[in-house]
């Protein structure tokens, strides 16, 4: 199943710096992880905000909430999942 997700973080701004390095290498290292296991499809960032929309591929709904809470950032994530079909255009190609 594949999966449209968006995401925002929304770490305290009052978070130590060494903190959010830590987090933010962490977080990095745990998406090439995600995109080695063939979870993690692609990744854009929105501009003007600290938000993310990837494209995600999982078994089914419980696989793909077991790798977003493995993200070091998840407990500061707002997430949105959109499950995607396969539209009958595309079928057709």
Do not use: C
Not at 10 to 26: C, G, I, M, N
Not at 76 to 90: G, K, N, R
């Amino acid at each position: 199943m594949e999966f449209l997700v968006r995401s925002e973080n929304r770490l305290p701004p009052d978070t130590p710096e060494e903190e959010r390095a830590a987090l933010k290498s962490a977080e990095r290292a745990r998406a090439v992880e995600l995109r080695e296991a063939g979870v993690l499809k692609r990744l854009w960032r929105v501009p003007g905000r600290n938000a993310t929309v990837g494209l995600y591929e999982a078994d089914d709904p419980a696989q793909l909430h077991e790798a977003l809470m493995s993200l070091p950032m998840a407990p500061w994530l707002d997430v949105i999942v959109e499950v995607l079909a396969t539209h009958p255009q595309e079928a057709q190609t």
